[in-house]
């Protein structure tokens, strides 16, 4: 199973990009989906998750990043609006995916895309 993260850049500020990330391989079914995101010299930190169509935000960005999830292709996507330098980081997709039926499902990793919000 991976999952597969794309989208990131360079962008000025005030600009938007919009990040996929796509779950691939052998799984019954995909479930939660999130983005987290690093910055440098900080830790992880939760930006937004999507699970059954509900969807929590960190507040640093309501308003501005929308998560949604494309069901049928088991992608979610990021989309970041008005982005500020302090929006600098690796983004992180996240996932929990049950392989099998009757298993537990795992929480999955991306690789991680970088957005760097500069002028």
């Known amino acids: 199973v991976q999952l597969q993260a794309s989208g990131g850049g360079l962008v000025q500020p005030g600009g938007s990009l919009r990040l996929s990330c796509a779950a691939s391989?052998?799984?019954?079914?995909?479930?939660?989906m999130g983005w987290y995101r690093q910055a440098p010299g900080k830790q992880r930190e939760l930006v937004a998750t999507i699970t059954s169509g509900l969807t929590t935000y960190a507040d640093s960005v309501k308003g501005r990043f929308t998560i949604s999830r494309e069901n049928g292709k088991n992608t979610v996507y990021l989309q970041m609006n008005s982005l500020k330098p302090e929006d600098t980081a690796v983004y992180y997709c996240?996932?929990?995916?049950?392989?099998?039926?009757?298993?537990?499902?795992?929480?999955?990793w991306g690789r991680g895309t970088q957005v760097t919000v500069s002028s």
């Open positions: 996240n996932a929990d995916i049950r392989r099998r039926w009757g298993r537990s499902q795992v929480n999955y």
């Open positions: 391989g052998s799984f019954v079914s995909v479930n939660a």
